[in-house]
């Protein structure tokens, strides 16, 4: 088996193949080394397996952790607008959904994994899987990268194989985070990078589901709905985004929760974090409470939940008439003014406490990582190692959730690749 390369990418996920794509196309003999049983694991599990790979609206702005500065020498060196020619070369189809959204037309994730690899495939360049690089060590003409042959993670019986040293002119590291490590996320890279002399921050969860101190969560569990969600902490500071939540039975989750995860994980370091969820905000306060006083006049003899039905979804109703002191049952015209004022209140205002997120297994990016001071923002090179090159997660740079974070991975995969195979 060759052990020689001119290019040996860690990691097959969306940054690690977009780097041995330009890489093989530039004309180097390239080797992908992957954990997995397969590449692209995480990518098929992104926008619900539809994979919203990219964004219409991508900016500088719409990122964390990394100066503006260099991430407008990176988009300098890449614009957003060659992510969707790179896919198209490929074969990609896309379309543009909601908030500047893309997705393969097909809204299959595969797909999008497919054209990656069948590229790769075609292009002559090397994938082998249930590999787990162990070390890179620097030596006289490149790197040894020491690699091991391990079993997919369902079978916790067999043995890891041997080991072997590989050697090569260039390194890509693209080894990701540590979200998802039910499928392959790993704190590797980071630990590699350590060991090559980069600075590397701790990396904690972000795009995260929330969890509320509230019981009443438990019986709205599974509940989609439009809503515009506010947090306030202790100090005064506010957040505030609007989208869909979905309720679970520890709190909330959805891209309005999501988006709001990273200032809930810094402030909730600070003291509590209130929350407020508008649960119809398309309408205003005072007309909400004359269509709720109109609606008690017509349901007056009729239980309370006929008043609600139609409304909204009955699980919510159920929950904001409780904490309003309506009874559910009991005739409409017998709940006092007063309380079904707070009812409409309730609807505009949900009220909650933030507790805390949940860990690397639910969050989609991790924030923190190697110090970009290190890398060059136009070619993803190593300030510190010459012929090493850092992409994608392991990166302190993480996005705006609706397809920020692949756009990233991409360009960041792309721009390395072209650089290592020079």
Partial sequence: MENNFDVIVVGGGA???????????????????????????KILSTGAGKCNFSNRKVGPANYHGAPAAFLKKTFTALPPKKITAFFEELGLLWTEGEDGKLFPRS????????????????????????????????????????????????DKKSARGEKTVLRCSKVVLAAGGPCYPQIGGTARGAELLRGLGHDVSPQRPVIVPLKVREDFVKEMDGVRLEAALRLSSQSGDSWEARGEILFTDYGLSGPAALDLSRAAAEALAEGPLQAEADLLPDMEADE???LLAARAERFAERPFSHFAAGLHNEKVMKVCAGLAGINWQALTGQAEQEALYSFGLTLKALPMEVTGT??????????????????????????KVKGLYITGELLDVDGDSGGYNLHFAWTSGILAGRAAAR
Avoid: I, Y
């Avoid at 940054?15 to 093989?24: I, Y």
């Avoid at 787990?132 to 020491?146: I, Q, T, Y």
């Avoid at 949940?358 to 300030?383: H, I």
């Fill in 288 to 290: 909400l409470q004359a």
């Fill in 358 to 383: 949940l860990g690397f297994a639910e969050a989609m990016v991790s924030a923190g990582g190697c110090d970009t001071a290190g890398v060059d923002p136009a070619t993803f090179a190593s300030r």
């Fill in 107 to 154: 809204m299959k994730a595969q797909d999008v994994v497919a054209v990656l690899v069948n590229e790769l495939a075609s292009g002559g360049a090397q994938l082998r899987a249930l590999t787990e690089v162990l070390s890179v060590r620097p030596a006289a003409d490149g790197f040894e990268v020491e690699a091991q042959k391990v079993p997919p993670q369902w």
């Fill in 15 to 41: 940054s690690g193949l977009a780097a041995a794509v330009e890489a093989r196309r530039a004309g180097a003999s390239v080797l992908v080394l992957e954990k997995n049983h397969m590449p692209g694991r």
